[in-house]
């Protein structure tokens, strides 16, 4: 093995100093390919692209390292190619008239086959899984970057209930009680149905009913828009309100429009339990817009979410409002698998068994899932930085963060159950007593 030069040993510094750097070690691992240690260049550049999975740059790098052929075209900013050896005079370069150009992409499925022997497979099975679809159901505000203001409107999105990884049994209760007279105008209007409708979702947190939100948004082919307590909360008398009848209005003239209450317990509290009256004055406005006086509100879906059931002012859940109710639980197993391959689709892994995986994760929510995927990379970056050896995460790494991840849902079962067993009024909460009967929780 050869003596590294002074100049690798400075920029091995520089890079201890600033890990983080892509440029800096791509530098790094260029200067190490040049002087023939290609072992430490893979090194390297596998750190570079845990970094920055995307960059083209660090890719065709990769690929030289290891001694497969350069994508054709790199991308501007790319880290340039060193210069090319002398020919040797035994392989003289032939001169090929009227050569094809070369291709535009570097395929990557070729590659991978390539060296198939030695760089193990990303996923493995212990049995038949799943053809779950890559985007999975996501924690509850995790859908879609950046969420919708009271003021602010999306257009309709490409996320459909197709895109929700598992959960079949809340997109069967969605087709039959709220999608499938919305999709069907003509016969909703000839059996006296208006285009209008209000759904509460209820359930643990971090089990993707915001990303359902945006999925039924999608189906209907609805524009989107998100609205939270703290959207419509002002503390100048009279303000609140008026914020309050300005979201409908703009869902109204949005329509087709799924209107999403997020929080709807902090919107929508029981009048009751309030001491301020301004915050009273918020709660009956809603009731007021969601009555839609006059059919205002053709077209406007309104779906209301919350952790907390109990809390919402039973005057919201009346015929013609929020009249229908949503359990959205922890996801079941291909819904997990989804989520899963979902978060690990731009770490480096290797041999990674969803099917085990799967079954040792029961019982948590998605946000629980991504937090398992987030601490399995943590112990291999922690090992390779020990060690000094880069590695990929394995099964080893995310067994381990699920022995220590606890679910987050089962502070909410905790006080659900008690609620479901002693305050069912009208049977809302069967579904939950069902559930909770079939997992032992009672």
């Keep these: 093995m050869s003596t590294e030069s002074p100049l690798i040993q400075s920029m091995r510094t520089a890079v201890a100093a600033a890990p983080t750097d892509v440029p800096l070690r791509l530098h790094l691992a260029e200067l190490l390919l040049g002087e023939g240690l290609s072992e430490a260049a893979v090194a390297e550049t596998a750190v570079a692209l845990q970094h920055a999975p995307g960059d083209a740059g660090a890719r065709a790098l990769m690929m030289r390292a290891m001694g497969l052929p350069a994508p054709a075209a790199e991308k501007p900013g790319s880290v340039p190619a060193p210069a090319p050896q002398e020919p040797r005079a035994q392989e003289p370069a032939p001169e090929v008239p009227d050569a094809p150009a070369p291709p535009t992409g570097f395929d990557w499925a070729a590659a991978e086959n390539e060296v198939a022997d030695a760089v193990p497979p990303r996923f493995v099975t212990s049995g038949p899984t799943s053809t779950a ?26 996320v459909t209930l197709a895109d929700v990884g598992g959960m079949e049994e809340i997109k069967e209760r969605l087709e039959a009680a709220f999608l499938t007279p919305m999709r069907n105008p003509e016969l909703g209007r000839l059996y006296g149905k208006s285009l209008r409708g209000g759904l509460l979702m209820y359930g643990p947190p971090g089990c993707g009913k915001t990303f359902i939100a945006r999925a039924v948004a999608g189906e209907l082919g609805a524009s989107f828009m998100s609205v939270s307590i703290n959207d419509v909360l002002d503390m100048w008398m009279g303000n609140s309100e008026r914020n309050m009848h300005e979201v409908f209005e703009t869902a109204r003239r949005q329509a087709p429009c799924v209107l999403f209450l997020d929080e709807v317990d902090a919107l929508g509290a029981k009048r009751s339990r309030m001491q301020h009256g301004g915050m009273r004055n918020t709660v009956n406005q809603l009731l007021t817009e969601l009555d839609g006086v006059g059919g205002a509100n053709e077209g406007v879906f309104v779906l209301a979410a919350t952790n907390v059931p109990w809390d919402v002012d039973i005057a919201l859940r009346r015929p013609g409002r929020l009249d229908r109710t949503l359990l959205v639980l922890p996801p079941d197993a291909p819904a997990r698998e989804a989520i899963l391959r979902y978060h690990l689709r731009d770490r480096p892994i290797e041999s990674v068994d969803l099917g085990k995986l799967v079954k040792v994760t029961e019982d948590l929510s998605g946000a629980d899932l991504a937090h398992l995927c987030e601490s399995a990379s943590e112990r291999a970056l922690l090992d390779s930085t020990r060690t000094g050896v880069v590695r990929m995460i394995n099964m080893k790494d995310l067994l381990g963060a699920a022995k220590e991840v606890r679910p987050s849902t089962d502070p909410w079962f905790a006080s659900a159950r008690n609620v479901a067993m002693f305050a069912n009024e009208g049977g809302m909460y069967d579904e939950l007593l069902a559930y909770l009967k079939r997992k032992r929780k009672l």
């Design 133 to 158: 679809p890559e985007a999975p159901l996501a924690a509850d505000g995790g859908g879609e970057p950046g969420d919708a203001t009271a003021w602010e409107v999306d257009t309709p999105g490409t």
